[in-house]
């Protein structure tokens, strides 16, 4: 199973609201990454946790907020967010660096479509 | 800085006309590449990993190739749902992160 779920698939939301995406693997992988796509570009990195940390947050602004409760799941709380912030938003996992040779791939969920309005 | 370049940035064949994209990369050590296949307003779909030059796999219509320098993901015959976003990416040795190309978007008419 190379299953990545993503919830909800659609979420449309105001300036002023607070809503969370989620995520979830039972790959047994331990990096989970957030990436953010506008059309016809390719995915923009966000976030990368390794064993349930997080090690790289690429100057994502505050309103986007991530956490990883457990090895399996993935959440990013949004809050007060802009137009510009309407995209797709696709979760990712892979086996963790230092792991050793082999299945060194990430596997997407289908994503989240969100529009600011 | 690690980078991927993609050509052509787009692509359109009659259904049955064969040709290949180019992904180059530059990286301090590779640990994998990868393509991956996305439809509109989906996520990427996994096809590849390459890992060494010299490196083949094949996938009904589709077969990817790597050297030192660059990828190339062969398509035969192609039909027209394989038309898609083709995606490549490298990982290095060290870390976590993906480095992604621009995709080629590929259009096959029947």
């Known amino acids: 199973d190379t299953e990545v ?6 979420l449309v939301m105001g300036m002023t609201n607070k809503k969370s995406l989620k995520c979830e693997q039972h790959m047994g992988h331990r990096a989970m990454y957030w990436y953010k796509q506008k059309a016809k570009k390719p995915p923009e990195l966000m976030f990368v946790y ?8 690429e100057s994502v602004p505050s309103r986007f907020s991530p956490e ?6 993935l959440n990013l709380h949004l809050h007060a967010l802009q137009p510009e912030d309407s995209a797709l938003y696709l979760c990712a996992s892979s086996h ?8 060194t791939e990430a596997f ?3 994503g989240t479509r969100l529009t600011v309005v | 800085e690690d980078q991927v370049t993609q050509s ?7 259904e049955g006309e064969s040709s290949s994209l180019n992904c180059s990369y530059t990286v301090s050590g590779l640990r994998g590449l990868f393509w991956y296949r996305q439809d509109p307003g989906k996520g990427p779909e996994f096809l590849f990993t390459l890992y060494s030059a010299g490196e083949e796999k094949e996938k009904e219509r589709l077969k990817a190739t790597l050297t030192k320098k660059e ?3 062969h398509i035969t015959a192609p039909k027209p749902e394989d038309s898609a976003t083709y995606l490549c990416a490298v990982r290095e040795n ?5 480095y992604f190309g621009t995709g080629t978007s590929l259009t096959v008419i029947p």
């Open chain 1, 108 to 110: 997407f969920g289908q």
């Open chain 1, 68 to 73: 990883c409760p457990n090895s399996s799941l």
């Open chain 1, 5 to 10: 779920t993503q919830t909800p698939k659609h």
């Open chain 2, 71 to 73: 990828s190339f993901l």
């Open chain 1, 50 to 57: 390794s064993y349930e940390k997080l090690s790289i947050n």
């Open chain 2, 8 to 14: 052509p940035e787009a692509l359109r064949l009659q």
């Open chain 2, 94 to 98: 060290t870390g976590n992160q993906f």
């Open chain 1, 96 to 103: 963790a660096s230092g792991r050793g040779a082999g299945e």
